[in-house]
């Protein structure tokens, strides 16, 4: 009767009975391997200490003053980003083994650990590519563009590598991925597909960032238009013409042009056209190329060439080409305009007459012969009168 009522109290469920076999068998491996499990814990405390010295030492170089895009910066940022559930799980795995563990709590640790290095290393690669992308795009000044575009840049390389890392942690269980691949595959196939347009202005604005055909400020040409650009978003650009008028174009549209940028060049070339009457000297046309290099020197600007280049219809054609060593469209209209100003007063001086678009005309009688087209003068006869025009005629 004792017996039975005694049996009453015995734990009649499975899993009270589970951990009270696990329990026994914890107490036993301790009982069994103390020293062995005390010395583990001690190694493993002073290795979790050891890479807190790490991290803490990789703070200090995110937050040393000077240049905060530098690669040490950046390696700092990454490695400052260290959880202490990695920093204990590989503490924890290292030492395990030492202790002799029961079976399941090496699996359970070994699974721990899986789990904390790959997703800590999604972290690490997530800090690391975006540090390195503000350092891509801060090395020409493109803060204000980087920023606008960072939000949707993180979103996009965090949502990339977590789904890596959360394939890798499901294989290592062995769940079959191949259709969670397949579904993600799909998945990015059709919202590329619906948001097609978003997503081609997005990464063409991307693209500008960290291609820099031109940045905020600068002038450029694309078709027939000459504008300054405004503004850098993430679906357009915006730029204000020289004529004043704000004009908007996305950024797709904008990189399938061919795109002039006038902001960063040394140089700019210039060409001169210059006409001079038929009547000029011959010597004095031999020597206008000479008097206009002397002209384009003494007015800051590096002369090329300059010669004859043909017969006008009303005027010898002369062309020099000077270059001006001043980017600015303003210094460039200026040093023209004194050119053009000290070649007038040089011809001027010299007695060389600019050419200006002139016609001759001819009247004939209805019999074919030559007439003035002005009234004849008084006493003069008609065989005089009518000989003088044939003989310009001829």
């Known amino acids: 009767m004792k017996i039975a009522q005694s049996a009453l109290w015995l734990p009649t469920n499975p899993r009270v009975i589970e951990f009270g076999r696990l329990l026994h068998a914890g107490l036993d491996w301790f009982n069994n391997h103390a020293v062995d499990i005390i010395l583990s814990v001690i190694a493993g405390t002073l290795l979790y200490l050891l890479l807190r010295m790490v991290r803490r030492r990789a703070k200090s170089l995110r937050n040393q003053p000077g240049d905060e895009l530098s690669l040490s910066t950046i390696f700092g940022r990454t490695f400052a980003r260290t959880t202490h559930f990695f920093m204990a799980m590989v503490a924890a795995r290292l030492v395990a083994g030492y202790a002799n563990p029961p079976e399941s709590l090496l699996v359970t640790i070994r699974f721990l650990f899986t789990i904390a290095v790959v997703f800590q290393g999604a972290i690490w690669a997530r800090e690391f590519i975006l540090g390195l992308i503000e350092r891509r795009s801060g090395e020409d000044g493109a803060g204000e563009s980087i920023a606008n575009a960072m939000g949707i840049i ?3 390389v965090t949502f990339a590598l977590f789904a890596i890392a959360l394939v890798v942690v499901l294989d ?8 969670l691949i397949a579904g993600l595959g799909i998945g990015g196939i059709a919202i590329g597909l619906a948001a097609q347009g978003i997503f081609s202005d997005l990464f063409a604005a991307l693209s500008i960032i960290f291609d820099k055909p031109f940045r905020t400020g600068d002038t450029i040409q694309y078709d027939q238009t000459i504008a300054t650009v405004e503004h850098i978003g993430l679906k357009s650009t915006h730029l204000r013409a020289l004529t004043g008028e704000k004009k908007i174009i996305s950024n797709a549209n904008l990189l399938q042009k061919e ?3 006038f902001q960063h060049i040394s140089r700019r070339r210039v060409s001169f056209p210059v006409g001079v009457v038929y009547q000029t000297d011959p010597e004095k046309a031999a020597r206008i190329p000479a008097l206009l290099k002397q002209v384009i020197e003494q ?10 280049i043909g017969f006008g219809a ?5 062309e020099c080409f000077f270059d001006v060593h001043k980017p600015d469209m303003e210094s460039l209209a200026l040093t023209r305009h004194r050119i053009g100003i000290a070649i007038l007063k040089m011809f001027k001086d010299e007695k060389i007459e600019f050419a200006y678009p002139t016609q001759t005309t001819f009247t004939a009688a209805p019999d074919g012969q030559l007439v003035y087209p002005y009234a004849r ?7 005089d009168d009518l000989a003088a025009p044939q003989r310009a005629g001829t």
Not at 299 to 308: K, M, P, S, Y
């Open 377 to 383: 003068p008084v006493g003069q006869d008609s065989d």
């Open 154 to 156: 993180r979103l996009l």
């Open 314 to 318: 009303s005027s010898l054609d002369f």
């Open 259 to 261: 795109i002039s940028n």
């Open 299 to 308: 007015n800051d600007a590096e002369f090329i060439r300059c010669g004859f």
């Open 172 to 179: 290592n269980l062995g769940v079959n991925v191949t259709g």
